[in-house]
C-alpha cells in the first residue's frame, strides 16, 4: 500500500509538472479503468465501500502534504492492514470484472421508452390491486441507487419482463417463490423469494407483521421503496426512507410508481415524504 500511494503521487506529479503524450494515454487509460470499476460496483452495496477507500486516500494524502503526522500514520495503517480485506469483499465484483474482461463486454445501458414505463406502472398497480381485493400477501422491492446484490442472492434469481399475472402467480399461496420479496431493478424482475432484514423500530404498530417489518427495515437500510400488500386486510402499503405510507388505492399506486419511473418531483412519494417528516416522521401513518 506504501508503494500504491508512492506511485499515486508520482502520477498525479507527473501530469501537473511534465505532462506528455505517454501521461495523456495513461490518464485516459486510468479513466476507462476507473469508469469500468464503478459500473461493475454501482448495483452492489461495494460502491459505497469504494467511496469511503477514496475518501481515505484522500485524507493520507492532504495530511502529509499539511504535516499532520498522526492523522497521515492512522490513514497508512488503516490503508496498509485493510488491503487485503479489501480484496476479499470485492472478491465478486473482481471475478466479474475478469469475466467481462476475457468476453469484452462492455457496460449494457438499460433505458426504456416512456410507453414501457406506463405498462410497467400499469401492470404493477393492477397486480397490486388484485392481490389486495383476494387478501393475498405481497412485498415488492425496487431497487434504486444503493445496490442489493446481497439481498437478492438470499432468493432466487429471475431474468423476468414484469407483468401482473407473472407477480401475482409468484405471490399465489402455497407456491414455491411465494414466500418473500420480490427485487425490481429498473425494468425487470431480477429476484423472488428474498429474504429481508426485520426491522426494529417500536413505532411500528403492532397490528403490522412480520412483511411491514421486513419492508420498513430494508427502507432503513437503503434507498428501496416497497410496495406492501396485507394478507389480513388487503391494505396496500408503501415504505421509503424509513417511513410508511398506508391504504394507497390505485391512484396512489400509480403516484408513487410515477415517481420512480418518471421522476415527477411534485407529485407521488417525494411529497408525501416531505409531509411525514414534517410532522415527525412516524413509520406508520394510517392503521
Known amino acids: 500500500m506504501q508503494s500504491l500511494l508512492s506511485n499515486v503521487e508520482m502520477f498525479f506529479w507527473n501530469i501537473t509538472h511534465q505532462p506528455n503524450l505517454a501521461d495523456v494515454i495513461d490518464i485516459l487509460i486510468m479513466a476507462t479503468l476507473l469508469y469500468q470499476l464503478v459500473m461493475l460496483?454501482?448495483?452492489?452495496?461495494?460502491?459505497?465501500?469504494?467511496?469511503?477507500?477514496?475518501v481515505m486516500l484522500l485524507i493520507s494524502y492532504v495530511s502529509e502534504l499539511l504535516g499532520l503526522t498522526s492523522l497521515n500514520w492512522l490513514m497508512r495503517s488503516v490503508l496498509n492492514n485493510g488491503a487485503l480485506l479489501l480484496f476479499i469483499l470485492f472478491q465478486?465484483?473482481?471475478?466479474?470484472?475478469?469475466?467481462?474482461?476475457?468476453?469484452?463486454?462492455?457496460?449494457?445501458?438499460?433505458?426504456?421508452?416512456?410507453?414501457?414505463?406506463?405498462?410497467?406502472?400499469?401492470?404493477?398497480?393492477?397486480?397490486?390491486?388484485?392481490?389486495?381485493?383476494r387478501r393475498v400477501g405481497a412485498l415488492i422491492v425496487f431497487e434504486q441507487k444503493t445496490?442489493?446484490?446481497?439481498?437478492?442472492?438470499?432468493?432466487?434469481?429471475?431474468?423476468?419482463?414484469?407483468?401482473?399475472?407473472?407477480?401475482?402467480?409468484?405471490?399465489?399461496?402455497?407456491?414455491p417463490l411465494h414466500d418473500g420479496a420480490v427485487i425490481i431493478r429498473g425494468q425487470r424482475i431480477v429476484a423472488a423469494a428474498c429474504v429481508?432484514?426485520?426491522?426494529e423500530?417500536?413505532?411500528?404498530?403492532?397490528?403490522?407483521?412480520?412483511r411491514h417489518r421486513a419492508a420498513l427495515g430494508i427502507s432503513e437500510a437503503s434507498d428501496a421503496v416497497t410496495l406492501i400488500v396485507s394478507e389480513e386486510t388487503g391494505i396496500v402499503s408503501l415504505t421509503r426512507n424509513g417511513v410508511m405510507t398506508r391504504r394507497l388505492d390505485a391512484e396512489g399506486i400509480t403516484k408513487a410508481l410515477s415517481e420512480l419511473y418518471h421522476e415527477e418531483p411534485s407529485h407521488g412519494l417525494k411529497?408525501?415524504?416531505?409531509?411525514?417528516?414534517?410532522?415527525?416522521?412516524?413509520?406508520?401513518?394510517?392503521?
Do not use: M, Y
Request: positive net charge.
Open 41 to 54: 460496483t454501482k448495483q452492489t452495496r461495494a460502491i459505497q465501500v469504494l467511496k469511503g477507500l477514496a
Open 92 to 133: 465478486p465484483e473482481l471475478r466479474k470484472a475478469l469475466e467481462q474482461l476475457g468476453r469484452g463486454a462492455g457496460f449494457e445501458h438499460n433505458s426504456a421508452s416512456q410507453s414501457e414505463n406506463q405498462r410497467i406502472i400499469s401492470e404493477i398497480t393492477q397486480c397490486c390491486l388484485r392481490l389486495s381485493k
Open 147 to 175: 445496490g442489493l446484490k446481497d439481498v437478492i442472492e438470499t432468493g432466487t434469481g429471475l431474468d423476468a419482463t414484469i407483468s401482473a399475472p407473472l407477480l401475482e402467480n409468484i405471490f399465489e399461496p402455497n407456491t
Open 196 to 199: 429481508l432484514t426485520l426491522s
Open 201 to 210: 423500530s417500536n413505532a411500528l404498530s403492532r397490528d403490522l407483521g412480520t
Open 271 to 287: 411529497r408525501w415524504t416531505r409531509r411525514l417528516l414534517r410532522k415527525g416522521g412516524s413509520p406508520n401513518v394510517e392503521s
